[in-house]
């Protein structure tokens, strides 16, 4: 197992990329935390390895709550995925100041507290830990309607180079991983939509949208030690979208 002996917690994984992160580490041999603002409604089937803890990660209390639990309830915390994120949209002359904000503090002050915290409790207790947070191909690329997710997956990715250079010389990795469209809740509407799903699929070079697991085989490698010589790298797993 590619993960045994490794404590992690996953943030936005009641369902979509981070369920299928925080199922695949378990299956791995991990210790997992779930975390989401969404009750997990399979949480009693998680076992002795895997434990759900509800939070808001805009918020730095609770998301700095979720390692003093996972510590508490696994005794470390050797991996952290910043997943949690929203999708809100609209044109960028219309946005209102609430969606704006609303986008900017789950989808990046929430991967900075989870990114803080994390590092802090690696460096006190001398932990050659991995640090994995959810970038975008938007955080390359614009996408009308998106000016608000594409800037905080932007400053994911910025936020990663940065940090990766300053936690580098105590063996704490930091990298991203930037999803193409994958089949999630969050691209449903595109799913359903015929036109919507041929355009994506036809802008793609694979020729079709992801699945979760594309995403969760990312994360395994990047929590496992097969990945310690790479860190500040944004990991893009998009079909070969941002190859064009």
């Known amino acids: 197992m590619r993960l045994q002996n490794k404590v992690a917690i996953v943030t936005g994984a009641s369902s979509g990329l981070g369920e299928a992160i925080a199922q695949m580490f378990l299956a791995e041999g991990a210790k997992v935390i779930f975390s989401d ?6 949480k009693d089937s998680l076992g002795e390895n895997g434990l759900f803890v509800q939070a808001d990660v805009s918020k730095k209390e609770e998301v700095e709550n979720l390692v003093k639990i996972a510590v508490e309830k696994f005794g470390s915390l050797d991996v952290i995925v910043n997943n949690a994120g929203i999708g809100l949209t609209g044109e ?36 050659k830990g991995s640090i994995i947070n959810m970038a975008s191909i938007l955080g390359r690329v614009g996408f009308r309607t998106a000016s608000a997710y594409c800037a905080s997956k932007g400053g994911v990715n910025q936020l990663t180079r940065a ?61 496992s030690d097969e990945s310690k010589y790479v860190t500040g790298s944004v990991l893009y797993v998009d079909g070969g979208w941002t190859a064009q």
Do not use: C, H
Request: no cysteine.
């Open 37 to 42: 603002l969404n009750e997990y409604v399979k």
């Open 92 to 127: 960028v002359a219309e946005m209102s100041d609430d969606v704006w904000q609303k986008v900017i503090d789950v989808n990046l002050n929430g991967v900075f507290y989870g990114l803080r915290s994390a590092a802090k409790y690696m460096k006190d207790n001398k932990i």
């Open 163 to 223: 940090a990766s250079l300053e936690l580098a010389p105590f063996s704490i990795r930091v990298n991203s991983i930037a999803p193409g469209f994958i089949k999630t809740e969050m691209t449903k509407g595109m799913q359903d939509d015929q036109a919507a799903n041929a355009a994506i699929s036809s802008a793609t070079p694979l020729g079709y949208m992801g699945e979760p697991n594309d995403i969760a085989y990312a994360a395994v490698y990047l929590a």
